[in-house]
C-alpha cells in the first residue's frame, strides 16, 4: 500500500467514526429526551400543577398548597416515618420551619408521567435549596412520585411518595 492509499484510507476511517459518533450522539439525545411532545392535555396540565406544588411551598402558602390534595390521599413523604393522610401531609413544612429554613429556590427535573382516564402519574426529580436566614444552606434532590386524579374541584393529587437522592 503507497502512502497515499495509507492516507487515504486513514481519512476514510476518521470520516467514517465521526459519522458514527455522531449518529450514537443524536441516538442518545433522542432516546434521553423527556417525552415531553408526546404528552396528553391532561399531563400538561398536572405538570403545570407541580410547579405550582413548589410556588406555594416557597410562598409558605399552605392554604394554596393543601386545595392541591384530594380528601382521601395518601402520601409517604422521605421525612415521615409512616405514610400520612390529609391531615398530616404537609407535616414536613415543619420539618424544615422549625429549623428556621425558608425555600429560596428550586427545580423540577420531569422524568416520566402516564395519563389513563381521570389519573395522572408524575415522576421526577426536584432540586430544592433551603436556607437558614444568613442564606445558608445546601441543594438537595429527591425522587418524587405523584398520582393525581381530576375532580370536579380540578386536578388533585390522591397519592404521593419521595425519596432522598443521596450526594454520593
Known amino acids: 500500500m503507497t502512502f497515499t492509499q495509507r492516507i487515504t484510507a486513514a481519512a476514510f476511517l476518521r470520516t467514517n467514526a465521526l459519522k458514527s459518533i455522531f449518529f450514537l450522539i ?5 432516546a434521553a429526551a423527556p417525552a415531553h411532545a408526546q404528552q396528553s392535555d391532561n399531563e400538561k396540565a398536572v405538570w403545570k400543577l407541580e410547579t405550582t406544588y413548589w410556588e406555594d411551598v416557597k410562598a409558605l402558602d399552605l392554604d394554596n398548597f393543601m386545595t392541591l390534595w384530594h380528601e382521601n390521599v ?50 421526577f426529580w426536584v432540586t430544592t435549596f433551603w436556607a437558614d436566614k444568613a442564606g445558608h444552606g445546601e441543594p438537595s434532590t429527591q425522587r418524587i412520585t405523584h398520582t393525581w386524579i381530576k375532580t370536579a374541584k ?3 393529587i390522591i397519592a404521593g411518595m419521595s425519596a432522598p437522592i443521596s450526594a454520593n
Open 154 to 156: 380540578g386536578w388533585q
Open 26 to 30: 443524536f441516538v442518545a439525545l433522542s
Open 74 to 123: 395518601i402520601g409517604w413523604p422521605y421525612v415521615n416515618s409512616q405514610p400520612a393522610r390529609k391531615n398530616h401531609i404537609a407535616d414536613w413544612f415543619a420539618h424544615y420551619a422549625d429549623k428556621g429554613l425558608r425555600l429560596q429556590w428550586f427545580s423540577i427535573q420531569q422524568a416520566a408521567s402516564q395519563s389513563t382516564g381521570d389519573l395522572v402519574v408524575t415522576h
